[in-house]
């Protein structure tokens, strides 16, 4: 696992933006899957610039998601599907065609799940995913105690990650969905290259234990230490529980 301390957020993103124009450059259908939140922003602010001063042709770049809400109604603002649409299909201009992501108001979750992992694969794989981590170590929505060979499926939210993304559903927890579907971490960890983002001093403990910490489904960023290439690039606060 190799580690990049940078000085701040921008900063961040702009180095993992330059990391997905390479990318692009060597393979413009790349496979790129996308995190949601808030820590991410600053990448997709950083890559849409740069290909937008025409660094790389990224109109070709396919899109994928991490996770999605279970429950919400079709184009429902805070859907992740809506939300990638917004901050990282659309300003790319890239058609809906190039984009994925798992069925969030299927009848049969489960089948929906499976499905997402099966056109992840015929896809050819994810090149690039990008993560965020949650104060206690999730990615994706696989919270602690997730199996770290689990593939896409269904999960309760625990309440910290409802209390945490009620900030998206106006303030309002009762809005916030209870369940929803992640790709599993064995399913991240098909990705071809990891690139965890972290910044803040509130996300100091997790990378702590993601970097330095035991391989445990205690804390399941953990598992990129699996991984023969991730990526964690973190700002000084969130570097700042490190050894
Ligand atoms: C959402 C996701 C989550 C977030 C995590 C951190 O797609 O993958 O694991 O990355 O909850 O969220 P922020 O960046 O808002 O602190």
Redesign the pocket.
């Known amino acids: 696992m190799e580690v990049v301390i940078v000085k701040d957020a921008k900063a961040g993103g702009e180095l993992i933006a330059g990391a997905i124009v390479d990318l692009l450059a060597r393979k413009p259908d790349a496979l790129l899957g996308v ?6 922003l600053p990448i997709y602010d950083a890559l849409v610039a740069q290909v937008n001063a025409g660094a790389v042709d990224a109109s070709k770049a396919r899109i994928c998601q ?2 999605e809400y279970v429950g919400l109604p079709a184009g429902h603002p805070e859907s ?1 599907r809506a939300t990638v649409l917004r901050q990282v299909v659309e300003p790319l201009g890239l058609p809906e065609s190039q984009f994925m992501g798992p069925d969030g108001s299927a009848e049969d979750v489960q089948a929906a799940c499976d499905a997402y992992d099966e056109a992840l694969a015929a896809a050819g794989g994810v090149d690039l995913q990008i ?4 104060t206690d170590g ?4 696989n919270e602690p105690c997730s199996s770290l060979a689990s593939r896409t499926r269904i999960k309760t939210l625990i309440e910290q ?1 409802r209390i ?1 993304n009620a900030r998206f559903f106006d303030n309002d927890i009762d809005q916030v969905p209870h369940h929803v579907i992640t790709q599993g971490i064995g399913t991240i960890l098909d990705a071809r290259h990891l690139v965890l983002l972290a910044t803040g001093e509130g996300k100091a403990e997790a990378v702590a234990q993601t970097v330095e910490g035991p391989v445990s489904s205690l804390v399941p960023a953990s598992a990129l230490q699996l991984h023969r290439h991730a990526t964690v690039v973190v700002d000084e606060a969130a570097a700042s529980k490190l050894k």
Do not use: E, K, R, V
Request: glycine content about 22%; aromatic content about 10%; cysteine-free.
């Open positions: 995190a949601t939140g808030s820590t991410p991490l996770d992740y993560l965020g981590i949650g999730h990615i994706g929505f990650t945490d």
